[in-house]
Structure formats: C-alpha cells, structure tokens
C-alpha cells in the first residue's frame, strides 16, 4: 500500500528559529511532491512542489527531497506566528494522472 | 477570480438521506478530484476524473457516486447517507500537465446523524 508518513506533532518553535517538517513516502515511483499548509477549517494551499532531487527555495521556505532514502523535508526560516498550520506532505501517485497520495499532517506552532 | 467552487459549505444530514455536492472550476483545467478528510486520516481521495468524460475510483469510493458534467463542474453524490460519511469533503482541480499541483475549493462540512 503506497502511504505517506508524518509526525503529526505538534512541532513547537519559538518565532525567528528554523522549522523542520519531515515526510517519508514508500512509493519507489513517486516523481512529483508537494507541501501544502492547511489553517484550522480552511483549505490546504500549496506552498511548494519539488520534483528533483535536492533542494529548492522560495523565500522563507526550503524544500528538500532525496528520492534514494524516500524521504522529503520542509524547512521554514525565520519562523512567524502566521506560519502556525497544519502542513500537509503530497507524493505523486505513480501512473496515477495526477493523483496524489496525503499524509496525515505536521502540526507546527510557533511562539511568541 | 474565484478557482474551485464548492457548494454547499455547511450541511447536515440524517442517516438515510441523499445529497449532491457541487464543484466548479473557472481555470481550464483538466483534471478534478474529490476527497475527504478526517481527523487523524488525511485526505482520501473519493473519485476522481481525469479528463471530461471520463471518472475513476480513489481510495475510498464505497457510498458515493460521481457525475463529470462538463469540463467545469464535477458533482460528487450521497445516495443513502450513513454517520461515517460525516466528514469534510474537499474537491480540487489541476490542468493535468505533467506533474501539476492541485487547487482546492473551500470544503463541505458534512455531519449526518
């Protein structure tokens, strides 16, 4: 069964110290990946996508990805209060069209 | 520019009970989807449809029925609700291409008693 790992958390930081999200997936074929962060009753939004391996940047945020140990990060700079969400993995679902396979979620804080 | 459109957003239903909820999507895309999330669960995609014309099962399709009316709006129905379809149901869309993202509409919160 293809799955998707998190650490539900919650993943306490103070504000301005770095974030670190983890997600492990066992799909082998998995090409496509993505982090989407999810405020409490609202939607997920998608944050960043990564296809290769290495990292990739988008200002505060970094993401992360290794395909030969099957795993995919999100660091998050200088985090803010704003930043407090649940932060959901996605891996592509091989052969899927498109489909995406979801982990349960990440719960980060940030304090004050 | 109003994305994904989903309809309605609160609903409560008794066990039994049937329902259709809608999905519209004004950015061209392709591909539109349906999941449900639940605590501790994640998201589990329902149904999906790929293209217009064409639906396929997800992970968890026992219980309801999809419709892909045209290239906008894909509905998703509850024939006979029953207390574990209580939950938020989200659809999405993407263009298709390559790896593409999906967009998400605002969520249905569906309890049924």
């Known amino acids: 069964q293809k799955e998707v790992e998190q650490n539900s958390g919650p993943l306490s930081v103070p504000e301005g110290a770095i974030a670190s999200l983890n997600c492990t997936y066992s799909?082998?074929?998995?090409?496509?990946f993505f982090w989407y962060r999810q405020y409490s009753g609202k939607s997920p939004e998608l944050i960043m996508f990564?296809?290769?391996?290495g990292d990739k940047e988008d200002g505060r945020f970094t993401a992360q990805l290794n395909k030969a140990s099957q795993y995919v990060s999100l660091l998050i700079r200088d985090s803010q209060p704003s930043d407090s969400a649940t932060y959901l993995c996605?891996?592509?679902?091989?052969?899927?069209?498109?489909?995406?396979?979801f982990g349960t979620g990440t719960q980060l804080k940030v304090e004050l | 520019n109003a994305g994904v459109t989903q309809t309605p957003k609160f609903q409560v239903l008794k066990t039994g009970q049937s329902m259709t909820l809608q999905c519209a999507q004004d950015?061209?895309?392709?591909?539109m989807y349906w999941y449900r999330q639940d605590p501790g669960m994640g998201l589990r995609l329902i149904y999906y449809?790929?293209?217009?014309?064409?639906?396929d099962k997800g992970e968890v399709p026992n219980g309801y029925n999809v419709s892909r009316l045209n290239k906008r709006e894909f509905s998703l129905r509850l024939e006979s609700a029953a207390p574990s379809q209580t939950s938020v149901y989200f659809c999405?869309?993407?263009?298709?291409?390559?790896?593409?993202?999906?967009?998400f509409g605002n969520g249905t919160r569906l309890t049924v008693t």
């Open positions: 999405a869309s993407t263009d298709g291409q390559g790896e593409s993202p999906l967009h």
């Open positions: 799909d082998r074929g998995s090409q496509s």
């Open positions: 990564i296809y290769s391996n």
């Open positions: 996605a891996v592509g679902v091989t052969g899927g069209g498109n489909k995406l396979t």
């Open positions: 950015m061209n895309h392709n591909s």
């Open positions: 449809s790929a293209s217009e014309g064409t639906t």
